[in-house]
């Protein structure tokens, strides 16, 4: 079992910047692809991110390119999401996911082992 937690939330004004962790623990942490996902209440959860296990192949969701950058230190067990020019259209509760075996694809399905989430709520 992996357990994953999310920290770094919290409010900000529109343009602002926040960086959110995810930090893994109880399996290997090294070997498996990473991502983030989003959800506001009423929406379904979406992706924002994902980053495989050496770092060499990363995706992001159109609406977060050239603003977010995802990163994984394998040593401290730490996946990142460095959150700049922040829109309010961001605000969401975002969770990390470590990708199932063999899955290729972006969505909820294709994840396992969910964090708690954390609230990140831009102002306008």
């Known amino acids: 079992q992996l357990q994953l937690v999310e920290s770094g939330g919290g409010l900000v004004q529109a343009g602002g910047s926040l960086r959110l962790s995810c930090a893994a623990s109880?399996?290997?942490?090294?070997?498996?692809?990473m991502g983030w996902f989003r959800q506001v209440p009423g929406k379904e959860r979406e992706f924002v991110a994902d980053i495989s296990w050496s770092g060499g192949s990363i995706y992001y969701a159109d609406s977060v390119k050239g603003r977010f950058t995802i990163s994984r230190d394998n040593a401290k067990n730490t996946m990142y999401l460095q959150m700049n020019s922040l829109k309010p259209e961001d605000t969401a509760v975002y969770y990390c996911?470590?990708?199932?075996?063999?899955?290729?694809?972006?969505?909820?399905?294709?994840?396992?082992?969910w964090g708690q989430g954390t609230q990140v709520t831009v102002s306008s």
């Open positions: 109880g399996r290997t942490f090294r070997t498996y692809t």
């Open positions: 996911a470590v990708k199932r075996l063999g899955r290729t694809g972006s969505v909820v399905a294709d994840y396992e082992y």
